[in-house]
Nanobody, 125 residues
């Protein structure tokens, strides 16, 4: 059974940092690109970042570029999203997704096949 589980969310003050984890099971995750997405209250889901199967290519939305870093550990079937200099507008439920492809189509949802249930990130003082 394919499963993606996000963790690492929580409450953080503006300017703070969090590291999100996406743990994959039930499939060989290192064959597939993995993306992070978020959905803020009352807004549509948006792409945040994507990393290719090998980890050699990564893409970021303009809103997080320079602050967020995506990485992966294929030996442990885990993808990370390091989030620094967090802003209140980063508040959202963050989801990871596994693509049916080994490459990213930018940081969008094209090809994304499997989705986790999300972890809440709240940036507030």
């Amino acid at each position: 059974q394919v499963q993606l589980v996000e963790s690492g969310g929580g409450l953080v003050q503006p300017g703070g940092s969090l590291r999100l984890f996406c743990s994959a099971s039930g499939f060989t995750s290192d064959y597939y690109a993995i993306g992070w997405f978020r959905q803020a209250p009352g807004k549509e889901r948006e792409g945040v970042s994507c990393i290719s199967s090998s980890g050699g290519s990564a893409y970021y939305a303009d809103s997080v570029k320079g602050r967020f870093t995506i990485s992966r550990d294929n030996a442990n079937n885990t993808v990370y999203l390091q989030m620094n200099s967090l802003k209140p507008e980063d508040t959202a439920v963050y989801y990871c997704a596994a693509s049916s492809l080994n490459y990213c189509s930018g940081y969008g949802s094209y090809g994304m096949r499997y989705w986790g249930k999300g972890t809440l990130v709240t940036v507030s003082s």
